[in-house]
């Protein structure tokens, strides 16, 4: 499985921004996650295969996650804030590999 994330960048708060991640082969759970400097890497937003989704309290209202049937994931960002600031990694799990798989981060930057 490959992930082929695109998107990100600068934005100023209050702003929006899209992230994309597209996945090969067979997946189950995708997810957006991300990691501020000098802090844990957390989960942002998931999407099961059926499309449950669920959020981190500090974006629910702001960001929407969603995939399609190729299995690229989505992720629609308004209302940014300055702590949403962090490079946004993509992640994908394999049920019938029993492995996870990680895009390479993309940096998203809210400031004035």
């Known amino acids: 499985v490959q992930l082929q994330a695109s998107g990100g960048g600068l934005v100023q708060p209050g702003g929006s921004l899209s992230l994309s991640c597209a996945a090969s082969?067979?997946?189950?759970?995708m997810a957006w996650y991300r990691q501020a400097p000098g802090k844990q890497r957390e989960l942002v937003a998931a999407?099961?295969?059926?499309?449950?989704t669920n959020y981190t309290d500090s974006v629910k209202g702001r960001f929407t996650i969603s995939r399609d049937i190729r299995n690229t994931v989505f992720l629609r960002m308004t209302g940014l804030k300055p702590e949403d600031a962090a490079v946004y990694y993509c992640?994908?799990?394999?049920?019938?590999?029993?492995?996870?798989?990680w895009g390479k981060g993309t940096q998203v930057t809210v400031s004035s």
């Open positions: 992640y994908a799990h394999s049920p019938t590999r029993g492995m996870h798989y």
């Open positions: 082969g067979s997946i189950g759970v």
């Open positions: 999407i099961s295969s059926g499309g449950s």
